[in-house]
């Protein structure tokens, strides 16, 4: 069992930055063994793939609305994956997500492939 942790989200201004957090903790395998998801979910859409990240930071993937402005790592040491976000818009107000997937030592961009997910973060971004 994993626990994730979400964290960093808020309010900001359009064009300005954030950097997501999320902590893992619980029993069983370590962290480096997992492939790292963030997702979103903005009021009435469905959720959304925004970036992943493989067990070892090598491999990562992006969304196309995301990418040049997101940026996805992992710091295996401390449990932890990150989400810096740049150049924010208004549509990228959503719930953010974290998940974690045991299956997939790559990453996903696929929501079926995650077997843990954290609580969420809102940002909400304004014009």
């Known amino acids: 069992q994993v626990q994730l942790a979400e964290s960093g989200g808020g309010l900001v201004q359009a064009g300005g930055s954030l950097r997501l957090s999320c902590a893992a903790s619980?029993?069983?395998?370590?962290?480096?063994?997992?492939?790292m998801g963030w997702f979103r979910q903005a009021p009435g859409k469905e959720r959304e793939f925004v970036a992943a990240?493989?067990?070892?930071?090598?491999?990562?993937y992006y969304a196309d609305s995301v990418k040049g402005r997101f940026t996805i790592s992992r710091d295996n040491a401390k449990d932890t994956v990150y989400l810096q976000m740049n150049s924010l818009k208004p549509e990228d107000t959503a719930v953010y997500y974290c998940a974690a997937s045991s299956r997939y030592y790559s990453g996903s961009y696929r929501l079926n492939d995650y077997d843990y997910w954290g609580q969420g973060t809102q940002v909400t971004v304004s014009s």
């Open positions: 619980g029993r069983g395998r370590t962290f480096s063994m997992y492939a």
């Open positions: 990240i493989g067990w070892s930071g090598g491999n990562t």
